[in-house]
């Protein structure tokens, strides 16, 4: 028709010249900026890794001499798959602090080419136009490429499964997507049987990497049980649910079976462990006596949880600033906040619109607009079912509830993180309603413009067009375009101001030093093969030296915790070494430490060398030279040791 935009039939997508292809050039660049971006902050941090990451490096040198663990060391949950990983990658590249951080850097690639997938697959299910789908696929793949520094730390740090449990929980969010798609469509059960068959391999796969695909698993246990009611609503035959849903549901059972199989063998072995851990999640005993007297009861709990989210866990998540970060630096990520806050405050409210007419609210303005709303609504229910999950999940359970502790401290930071998967669709679809607005401004206006025979019609129709409103959905889409653009570069900034020795520190100790070389030179020189630390400070010297250097963590003989002894072979190798040294963090302001206080006590005479470190502290290596000194032998040799993060 002539009079309509040329815009209109771009995003309708039924032009003469229109492709039903959607052009994948905008993939390609959002996986070079991922790559370039990821490279770089490891780069600019120096490689550094932390003693949690260094536990995977090293339980990942093991596989590659024989050694074939299930679980991180010494505890019944997270499977060593980022371990048996990690050792595919030393195997053609060799061990180093670069090549472990390679393959969490490979697998956000990964992150990003699946959140291209679901962003088409959702578009899909909304039946958008082409145009408004390929807005829709490249914001949502560019928010994924380089998302806020909060969420890219944690995606490239090696904590024992975070980023292949975000690609396993994405994977899981399209094939329930995919299921319940094929499921309107009429598939057969055999295909029907097949695509639940690989939900429940996920499902139990999920579960033995790291417990966190509760997420997952509860999103799409909401996704597919909304599916089944809207089922028995229209069919009101327990036949037709019996047959579509119950019967090829039954395949997800073996295929569950298979992908547990790792967590099944270990806990038969092993008096299920694996399982009962999850029971004891309930307890008050992981808690810290501080938090308990401010929160007793669970309901204080709950409580505090939710305004820990609110106020703590989710500015840093959707803004990306990091803990004890710099306050002048806080301003280059409110641009990044604000536009997640207002894309999940606007596309929840257009959720809310979208049911007005079904549940009977007549409101004939909005009714024009009812086919949009109901897109967005297509577009952006599953991505809203995950967030209600996750945020479910963290208030509710005690998981997160270490976090009530200190907010700066950033505890249960981790536990949320896994927003970050959706909010690139949620921000997408604000921009792709905005798109779609022309289109729908013009549909409407052709209804109502008057029939006739002769061309006036067309001239009638474009006199009727508002040029206006025209003007003002393209003001709002270059507004929000501008709004992405400066937070991205804002973000960018934010990346580059990170502190180096600061970004990729453990919250449970932020002192260790940016970089250990000459600790481990000075030891290297002095011959020194056994020594105590604590392990943020030992088992990255263990890892780097590829076990020359042996080292092990005396607090958790000290305080009685089996489970934090992560490698007893080297707790007994250095218990039973002579003279072994020690390795602590002590204040730059402190010339004569504790420690030393200790030893001349004793009357034991000592060598000691003082490096740099983090934050105000020195690491001392002391090394007796008169006789065996065995830390865990004494509770005195507690405060020697501990990384006190209010010390």
Same mark, same amino acid.
């Given at each position: 028709?002539?009079?309509?935009?040329?815009?209109?039939?771009?995003?309708?997508?039924?032009?003469?010249?229109?492709?039903?292809?959607?052009?994948?050039?905008?993939?390609?660049?959002?996986?070079?900026?991922?790559?370039?971006?990821?490279?770089?902050?490891?780069?600019?941090?120096?490689?550094?890794?932390?003693?949690?990451?260094?536990?995977?490096?090293?339980?990942?040198?093991?596989?590659?001499?024989?050694?074939?663990?299930?679980?991180?060391?010494?505890?019944?949950?997270?499977?060593?798959?980022?371990?048996?990983?990690?050792?595919?990658?030393?195997?053609?590249?060799?061990?180093?602090?670069?090549?472990?951080?390679?393959?969490?850097?490979?697998?956000?690639?990964?992150?990003?080419?699946?959140?291209?997938?679901?962003?088409?697959?959702?578009?899909?299910?909304?039946?958008?136009?082409?145009?408004?789908?390929?807005?829709?696929?490249?914001?949502?793949?560019?928010?994924?490429?380089?998302?806020?520094?909060?969420?890219?730390?944690?995606?490239?740090?090696?904590?024992?499964?975070?980023?292949?449990?975000?690609?396993?929980?994405?994977?899981?969010?399209?094939?329930?997507?995919?299921?319940?798609?094929?499921?309107?469509?009429?598939?057969?059960?055999?295909?029907?049987?097949?695509?639940?068959?690989?939900?429940?391999?996920?499902?139990?796969?999920?579960?033995?990497?790291?417990?966190?695909?509760?997420?997952?698993?509860?999103?799409?246990?909401?996704?597919?049980?909304?599916?089944?009611?809207?089922?028995?609503?229209?069919?009101?035959?327990?036949?037709?649910?019996?047959?579509?849903?119950?019967?090829?549901?039954?395949?997800?059972?073996?295929?569950?079976?298979?992908?547990?199989?790792?967590?099944?063998?270990?806990?038969?072995?092993?008096?299920?462990?694996?399982?009962?851990?999850?029971?004891?999640?309930?307890?008050?005993?992981?808690?810290?006596?501080?938090?308990?007297?401010?929160?007793?009861?669970?309901?204080?709990?709950?409580?505090?949880?939710?305004?820990?989210?609110?106020?703590?866990?989710?500015?840093?998540?959707?803004?990306?600033?990091?803990?004890?970060?710099?306050?002048?630096?806080?301003? &280059?990520?409110? $641009? #990044?906040?604000?536009?997640?806050?207002?894309?999940?405050?606007? %596309?929840?409210? /257009?959720? *809310? @619109?979208? +049911?007005?007419?079904?549940?009977? &609210?007549?409101? $004939? #303005?909005?009714?024009?607009?009812?086919?949009?709303?109901?897109? %967005?609504?297509? /577009?952006? *229910? @599953?991505? +809203?079912?995950?967030?209600?999950?996750?945020?479910?999940?963290?208030?509710?359970?005690?998981?997160?509830?270490?976090?009530?502790?200190?907010?700066?401290?950033? @505890?249960?930071?981790?536990?949320?993180?896994?927003?970050?998967?959706?909010?690139?669709?949620?921000?997408?679809?604000?921009?792709?309603?905005?798109?779609?607005?022309?289109?729908?401004?013009?549909?409407?206006?052709?209804?109502?413009?008057?029939?006739?025979?002769?061309?006036?019609?067309?001239?009638?129709?474009?006199?009727?067009?508002?040029?206006?409103?025209?003007?003002?959905?393209?003001?709002?889409?270059?507004?929000?375009?501008?709004?992405?653009?400066?937070?991205?570069?804002?973000?960018?900034?934010?990346?580059?101001?990170?502190?180096?020795?600061?970004?990729?520190?453990?919250?449970?100790?932020?002192?260790?030093?940016?970089?250990?070389?000459?600790?481990?030179?000075?030891?290297?020189?002095?011959?020194?093969?056994?020594?105590?630390?604590?392990?943020?400070?030992?088992?990255?010297?263990?890892?780097?030296?590829?076990?020359?250097?042996?080292?092990?963590?005396?607090?958790?003989?000290?305080?009685?915790?089996?489970?934090?002894?992560?490698?007893?072979?080297?707790?007994?190798?250095?218990?039973?070494?002579?003279?072994?040294?020690?390795?602590?963090?002590?204040?730059?302001?402190?010339?004569?430490?504790?420690?030393?206080?200790?030893?001349?006590?004793?009357?034991?005479?000592?060598?000691?060398?003082?490096?740099?470190?983090?934050?105000?502290?020195?690491?001392?290596?002391?090394?007796?030279?008169?006789?065996?000194?065995?830390?865990?032998?004494?509770?005195?040799?507690?405060?020697?040791?501990?990384?006190?993060?209010?010390?």
């Amino acid at each position: 028709m002539r009079g309509i935009s040329p815009w209109y039939w771009r995003w309708t997508g039924v032009g003469k010249n229109a492709s039903p292809h959607i052009a994948g050039g905008p993939l390609l660049i959002c996986l070079v900026i991922a790559l370039v971006v990821r490279a770089w902050l490891a780069y600019h941090t120096t490689g550094f890794i932390d003693g949690d990451e260094a536990l995977v490096g090293i339980q990942a040198q093991h596989i590659l001499q024989g050694q074939f663990p299930t679980y991180f060391y010494n505890q019944p949950y997270m499977g060593s798959l980022e371990a048996y990983l990690m050792a595919g990658i030393f195997a053609v590249a060799g061990s180093s602090v670069w090549t472990l951080r390679a393959e969490p850097i490979l697998l956000s690639l990964v992150v990003v080419w699946l959140t291209w997938k679901l962003a088409g697959a959702l578009a899909d299910t909304a039946r958008l136009p082409r145009h408004a789908k390929q807005w829709f696929m490249n914001i949502a793949t560019l928010l994924a490429a380089i998302p806020p520094l909060y969420d890219t730390v944690l995606q490239m740090r090696m904590l024992g499964g975070y980023i292949e449990i975000f690609i396993l929980m994405q994977i899981l969010l399209l094939s329930a997507l995919q299921l319940t798609n094929r499921r309107a469509a009429g598939a057969a059960r055999r295909e029907l049987a097949l695509r639940w068959a690989g939900i429940g391999f996920l499902v139990g796969f999920g579960y033995w990497v790291n417990p966190l695909m509760i997420y997952g698993v509860l999103a799409a246990a909401l996704w597919i049980a909304w599916d089944c009611v809207k089922l028995a609503l229209h069919s009101r035959s327990l036949q037709q649910l019996r047959r579509v849903i119950f019967l090829p549901a039954l395949a997800s059972l073996p295929a569950c079976i298979v992908g547990l199989t790792p967590a099944l063998v270990w806990g038969a072995r092993n008096q299920w462990q694996n399982f009962t851990y999850i029971l004891q999640l309930g307890s008050n005993t992981s808690l810290r006596p501080e938090v308990l007297a401010q929160y007793p009861t669970r309901a204080t709990q709950i409580i505090g949880q939710t305004r820990l989210l609110t106020s703590c866990v989710g500015p840093r998540v959707l803004g990306g600033s990091l803990p004890q970060q710099n306050p002048n630096f806080y301003a &280059l990520a409110a $641009p #990044t906040y604000l536009l997640g806050v207002l894309c999940i405050v606007t %596309i929840s409210a /257009l959720v *809310a @619109l979208s +049911l007005a007419q079904p549940v009977g &609210l007549e409101m $004939p #303005t909005l009714a024009r607009f009812q086919p949009l709303l109901l897109r %967005i609504r297509q /577009l952006t *229910a @599953l991505p +809203l079912t995950f967030v209600v999950a996750t945020t479910f999940i963290f208030t509710v359970t005690r998981t997160a509830a270490i976090g009530l502790w200190r907010c700066e401290f950033d @505890l249960a930071g981790r536990y949320a993180t896994p927003l970050i998967l959706v909010l690139p669709f949620i921000c997408a679809a604000l921009f792709t309603a905005i798109v779609l607005t022309e289109a729908e401004f013009y549909q409407n206006r052709q209804k109502d413009s008057p029939e006739t025979e002769n061309d006036a019609a067309p001239v009638q129709f474009v006199a009727h067009v508002s040029s206006a409103g025209l003007l003002m959905q393209r003001a709002a889409l270059g507004t929000m375009v501008g709004v992405l653009l400066l937070s991205i570069i804002l973000q960018a900034a934010l990346y580059g101001v990170s502190d180096p020795g600061r970004t990729f520190q453990s919250p449970y100790c932020t002192f260790a030093p940016a970089n250990n070389d000459a600790i481990i030179s000075y030891m290297e020189r002095e011959h020194i093969h056994y020594a105590w630390a604590i392990n943020w400070l030992a088992y990255p010297i263990v890892f780097k030296t590829h076990g020359d250097i042996i080292m092990s963590d005396p607090l958790p003989l000290i305080r009685h915790i089996q489970i934090l002894d992560r490698i007893p072979a080297y707790t007994s190798a250095v218990s039973n070494a002579v003279r072994p040294s020690m390795v602590v963090l002590v204040k730059h302001s402190d010339p004569y430490p504790l420690i030393l206080k200790m030893l001349d006590d004793q009357q034991i005479t000592y060598r000691v060398a003082r490096f740099p470190a983090q934050q105000g502290r020195d690491v001392l290596v002391v090394t007796p030279l008169n006789q065996t000194v065995n830390p865990t032998s004494s509770a005195a040799y507690f405060n020697v040791f501990v990384c006190s993060l209010d010390g």
